[in-house]
């Protein structure tokens, strides 16, 4: 962009609003072309909005250029960017994911671009700070997850303890009962026994006495 005549043209660029936006809150000043059969604005009547035409378009020249004549470039991807001179270059960034955004803009500061929607440095410190807060967000929730587990763990551990020292105890005390049961089984067979030795020595005297009374 040589010529004064050139820059004069570029600065001057006319914005063509929608009929009436200023009079109507709910119109936008994005354009809309007029269509009324007795709208002003489309008969041309002096005094009422200019209508889109193609004579107001910059020269073939001028388009997609900065005031400074460099070209204007929509960067998504580092391979792209390195096929691009900063002299003769200016860009737009995409909209990327955060990890790619991070990468794109300290290449495009190290190698000095103008990036004309927004300043790269500025960028990337919020893009770093969100960064620095996720990980520590992450961290945290690890370590949540970390000692809940560990809790559960621990309370397993437990439970399973004390199932185990009940069935433990559980079969320590069928073990006694079997055992008395046992004992009160020899203690009887000791008893039935005796009783019938006694009555087995009763029957003996008798028998005797009955013996020596018959002779």
Do not use: C
């Not at 909209?95 to 300290?106: E, S, Y």
């Not at 620095?132 to 992450?138: A, D, L, Q, Y």
């Amino acid at each position: 962009m040589n010529n004064a005549k050139d820059l004069k043209i570029k600065l001057k660029k006319i914005t063509f609003k929608r009929y009436d936006s200023h009079k109507v809150k709910s119109l936008k000043e994005s354009w809309r072309k007029p269509k009324r059969r007795s709208t002003r604005a489309r008969l041309e009547l002096k005094g009422k909005i200019r209508l889109v035409k193609i004579g107001y378009r910059s020269p073939k020249e001028l388009r997609n250029k900065t005031i400074d004549g460099k070209e204007i470039i929509y960067v998504n991807s580092l391979s792209q960017l390195n096929l691009l001179d900063p002299k003769k270059h200016a860009l737009i960034v995409a909209k990327l994911g955060k990890k790619k955004k991070i990468a794109l803009l300290k290449k495009i500061i190290e190698t000095g671009f103008e990036v004309l929607n927004y300043d790269p440095n500025e960028k990337l410190k919020e893009l770093e700070k969100i960064n620095e807060f996720e990980n520590k967000k992450e961290q945290e929730q690890k370590e949540s997850k970390e000692k809940k587990e560990n809790k559960g763990n621990a309370d397993k551990d437990k439970i399973e303890n004390k199932e185990k020292d009940e069935i433990k105890k559980k079969v320590k005390n069928e073990v006694k009962e079997n055992k008395e049961n046992d004992n009160k089984k020899s203690n009887d067979k000791k008893e039935d026994n005796s009783n019938v030795e006694k009555a087995k020595k009763v029957k003996k005297s008798s028998t005797s006495k009955s013996t020596k009374k018959n002779e």
